[in-house]
C-alpha cells in the first residue's frame, strides 16, 4: 500500500536548520509531486510547497521563500524539507502528502492523500 | 492569494445527528475543493475531492457540494468516530490554502 514514512521528532535552537525526511512505498516515487504541509500546535494546517520527485523543481509558498528548502533523493525515494533561520513560531508538526489527482476532458483536479505521520519539530532556546 | 473561511468554527453534536459544515471561498475556485478529517494527533485523512466525489473507503455518510464559492460537508448520521477536525482546502490556485477548521465534538 502506498505509504509516507517520517523522520523523527527533533529540538533545535533559534537560528538553526531542520530537515526533514519522507520515504515513500507502494508507489512509483516519480510519478507525484510531494507537498509539505505544516501544523503549529493547536492551529491549522499551513502549505509549505511542493517538490516534482522527477525533475526536481520546486513551488515554495511565499512566506517561506529563502528559508525552505525541497529536495529528493529518487534512488532511495524519499524526499526531504529543509527549513533554516529557526524561529520559536517555526515549531510545529510538519506533514509531507502526496498529491493524487486525476484530468477530465475539461479539467484537472488534485488533493493530498496520502499524507505522513508527522514530524514534530520543536524550536526553543 | 485565495482565502477561505469554515462555519461554525466548532459544533456540539450528538451521535445519529445530521451535521452540515460550510466552507466559503473568497473568490470562484469552480469545484477545486476538497475535505479532509483530522483526529487529535493524528494526519489529515483525504473524505472529498473535487467538491463532490467520494475518496475510496470513505463512509457514505460523507457527501460534499457546492461550487463556485460556496461549498458545503455534510455527515449524515453522526457516528463516534466522526467526532474529529474537518478542513476544506481550495486546489484552484497556488498556494494551496485550507480553511481554519471545525471542530466537531460530543454534546
Not at chain 1, 516534482?52 to 529563502?66: E, H
Request: charged share 15%; aromatic share 12%.
Amino acid at each position: 500500500q502506498v505509504q509516507l514514512v517520517q523522520s523523527g521528532a527533533e529540538v533545535k535552537k533559534p537560528g538553526a536548520s531542520v530537515k526533514v525526511s519522507c520515504k515513500a512505498s507502494g508507489y512509483t516515487f516519480t510519478g507525484y509531486y510531494m507537498h509539505w504541509v505544516r501544523q503549529a500546535p493547536g492551529q491549522g494546517l499551513e502549505w509549505m510547497g511542493w517538490i516534482n520527485p522527477n525533475s526536481g523543481g520546486t513551488n515554495y509558498a511565499q512566506k517561506f521563500q529563502g528559508r525552505v528548502t525541497m529536495t529528493r533523493d529518487t534512488s532511495i525515494s524519499t524526499a526531504y524539507m529543509e527549513l533554516s533561520r529557526l524561529r520559536s513560531d517555526d515549531t510545529a508538526v510538519y506533514y509531507c502528502a502526496r498529491e493524487g489527482g486525476y484530468c477530465s476532458s475539461t479539467s484537472c483536479h488534485d488533493w493530498f492523500d496520502p499524507w505522513g505521520q508527522g514530524t514534530l519539530v520543536t524550536v526553543s532556546s | 492569494d485565495i482565502q477561505m473561511t469554515q462555519s461554525p468554527s466548532s459544533l456540539s453534536a450528538s451521535v445519529g445527528d445530521r451535521v452540515t459544515i460550510t466552507c466559503r471561498a473568497s473568490q470562484s475556485i469552480s469545484s477545486y475543493l476538497n475535505w479532509y478529517q483530522q483526529k487529535p494527533g493524528k494526519a489529515p485523512k483525504l473524505l472529498i475531492y473535487a467538491a463532490s466525489s467520494l475518496q475510496s473507503g470513505v463512509p457514505s455518510r460523507f457527501s460534499g457540494s457546492g461550487s463556485g464559492t460556496d461549498f458545503t460537508l455534510t455527515i449524515s448520521s453522526l457516528q463516534p468516530e466522526d467526532f474529529a477536525t474537518y478542513y476544506c482546502q481550495q486546489s484552484y490556485s497556488t498556494p494551496r490554502v485550507f480553511g481554519p477548521g471545525t471542530k466537531v465534538d460530543i454534546k
